[in-house]
């Protein structure tokens, strides 16, 4: 066993590491996770597929990857709406989601369904991917320095941004630079190996560093549904008390703090 199947292996325990999490630690229903749940799920079926674990024929293995490179940033560009600053925000982001799944379908009809359509697709999709975590990044990376707070969102968008900082590199490479090509344009082997060998290990590492931003975030949910709780209790038990000025504690702060 070469240190390709070794890599392709060791992704594939590390991806179902975020599945894992989100199942156990109640994430699967709670705003955009199950997004992200169904992205995790999808690529790790890839690797799989890939690695020939799960055995399938060579047409079906293509279209998984054409469907999977797709689905990756209408998935992403929905799933990071958890880092919105506000309901507009998120709304757009939406908009372009939906706006990103037309040009897709524009691409598809005129190119077809190939690889040449993957190509176009792909680069659009990951500098928008790149773009917003970039911004959400540098955003709640501040606030978790300053504030400290938003410090599992930072992990987990750090997490994304250095996965597809390098699946950015690796689309260069491969889909538009060519180099795995030789002189005569014939697949070098050990190059697409080599390839596939920084694909896995960015994988495993950002799949690695976003289950502890799950950890973390998790906690932070938590609290914040105790906050949420504890105020409908002092809304119930003030709702007939008059007051000259309103009551405000930070545990009233839940509205202002879910956008953080």
């Not at 792909?122 to 500098?127: E, H, K, R, T, V």
């Amino acid at each position: 066993m070469n240190w390709y199947s070794i890599m392709g292996l060791v992704s594939s325990f590390v991806l179902a590491g975020p599945i894992l999490l989100i199942l156990t630690l109640g994430l699967a229903r709670y705003r955009s996770f199950p997004i992200l749940l169904l992205y995790y799920c999808s690529v790790l079926a890839y690797n799989l597929i890939t690695e020939k674990y799960i055995p399938v024929s060579f047409t079906v293995e293509q279209n998984w990857g054409f469907i999977n490179n797709l689905a990756d940033a209408p998935m992403l560009i929905l799933f990071l709406s958890y880092f919105s600053p506000s309901k507009i925000f998120t709304q757009r982001l939406k908009l372009v989601a939906v706006s990103f799944i037309l040009f897709e379908a524009i691409v598809i009809s005129i190119v077809g369904f190939n690889l040449d359509a993957i190509t176009i697709i792909i680069g659009p999709g990951l500098l928008i991917v790149c773009g917003l975590c970039l911004f959400f990044f540098i955003r709640h990376t501040k606030q978790a320095i300053e504030n400290r707070k938003a410090t599992g969102k930072a992990l987990i968008v750090t997490s994304l941004l250095f996965g597809y900082g390098c699946y950015f590199f690796i689309y260069l490479m491969y889909y538009v630079f060519k180099a795995q090509n030789d002189a005569n344009g014939v697949p070098n082997e050990q190059y697409v190996n080599d390839t596939f060998l920084v694909f896995f290990i960015s994988t495993s590492l950002s799949a690695f560093l976003m289950c502890f931003g799950l950890v973390v975030e998790q906690k932070r949910i938590r609290k914040l549904k105790e906050l949420m709780v504890t105020r409908r209790e002092l809304s119930s038990l003030y709702k007939e008390t008059k007051r000259a000025v309103p009551l405000r504690t930070a545990m009233l702060d839940f509205d202002r703090e879910q956008w953080n």
